[in-house]
């Protein structure tokens, strides 16, 4: 079915996303802050509006792709009451907390609309090859409205539960993600200080049961996985920003509900630190250096 789509927030994620809801044959009306993100979308088939509320106001369908929640709770303010169409779908892609994506679902939902929360896995390569994982919270009825939209950036559509659980989902994926980033990379450090060789220590772990998606498609160390990004300098990728502001919510949601997470928080405090100290532009795995650093 052929939707008409508005899309708020075209950068690094949403501009691709956009481009393969045109490719996917929808009409999508977008709108960024950045001109520059305006621009590139444009060039990928988007009608580029004057605002948000103009990319909304004759959607069936409004996905939103903003950096924090804040973002998000300020967009759905403005773009509830502008989307003219009653019943229409909003989806927020970003990735922010539970508590947040439940006041964003209730605002559209107070105004009449329907919404879920659809946050990606999968990162800039995987929103460029319509590859993304997608966990959506919301209704049964939403979720089907929704999949067949959004399995065109995606190629795994999974209903998580209610408003939140995409959320929720996201975050403890998240969480093990870190933490393995950092189990990976004290393994490199410690294997080093042994006298293995990376590539020793990766053909064994890779088929062994140490292997995760950390070593064998993010792997830390140059050399084993020639398409990693510590192979060009940890260009990101994954930035380290972005994971430890994902920890952030997830140490977060533990402690409002009193589960102790303890390696969660340790990984938390790491990644934040290494973002605040200058590596937040970087892959995520460049936190090898780090802990590498601190082993020698
Ligand atoms: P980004 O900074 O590249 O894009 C966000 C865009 O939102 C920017 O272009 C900004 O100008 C725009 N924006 C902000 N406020 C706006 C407003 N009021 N109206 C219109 N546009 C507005 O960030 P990104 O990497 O695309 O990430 C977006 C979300 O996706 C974040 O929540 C992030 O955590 C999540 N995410 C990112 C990745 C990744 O690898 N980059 C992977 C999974 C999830």
Redesign the pocket.
Same mark, same amino acid.
């Given at each position: 079915m052929t939707r008409t789509v508005g899309f +708020?927030?075209? !950068?690094?994620? =949403?501009?691709p996303m956009a481009a393969n809801l045109v490719k996917a044959g929808h009409r999508v009306l977008g709108?960024?802050?950045?001109e520059q993100?305006r621009d590139r979308a444009a060039g990928h088939g988007v009608t580029v509006t004057g605002s948000?509320a103009e990319a909304v106001a004759e959607a069936d369908a409004v996905l939103t792709?903003?950096?924090?929640g804040r973002?998000v709770i300020?967009?759905y303010r403005?773009l509830v009451p502008a989307a003219a169409r009653p019943g229409t779908l909003f989806v927020d892609?970003?990735?922010?907390a539970v508590g947040d994506a439940r006041t964003a679902a209730d605002l559209a939902r107070a105004a009449g609309h329907r919404a879920v929360d659809a946050? +990606?896995?999968? !990162?800039?390569a =995987?929103?460029e090859a319509a590859g993304l994982t997608l966990m959506v919270g919301g209704t049964e009825a939403e979720f089907a409205d929704a999949g067949p939209l959004l399995a065109g950036v995606g190629r795994k559509v999974v209903h998580c539960g209610p408003s939140g659980a995409g959320q929720a989902a996201?975050i403890c994926n998240n969480m093990i993600l870190g933490i393995s980033m950092i189990a990976v990379s004290e393994a490199f450090a410690l294997g080093e200080s042994l006298g293995l060789s990376h590539q020793s220590l990766y053909d064994v772990a890779s088929t062994a049961s140490g292997q995760c998606w950390a070593l064998t498609a993010n792997c830390p160390v140059p050399g084993p996985v020639p398409g990693s990004p510590a192979n060009r300098d940890y260009r990101?990728?994954?930035?380290a920003a972005?994971m430890a502001?994902?920890l952030g919510l997830a140490a977060d949601a533990a402690a409002s509900t009193d589960v102790p997470v303890e390696l969660g928080r340790r990984a938390a405090e790491l990644f934040a630190a290494f973002a605040e100290g200058g590596g937040g532009g970087l892959d995520f795995s460049a936190i090898y250096t780090t802990l590498r650093e601190e082993t020698a």
């Open positions: +708020v927030g075209l !950068g690094n994620m =949403g501009g709108y960024d802050l950045s993100a948000a792709m903003l950096p924090t973002h300020d967009a403005a892609c970003s990735t922010i946050p +990606v896995s999968g !990162g800039v =995987g929103a996201k990101a990728g994954f930035a972005l502001k994902d």
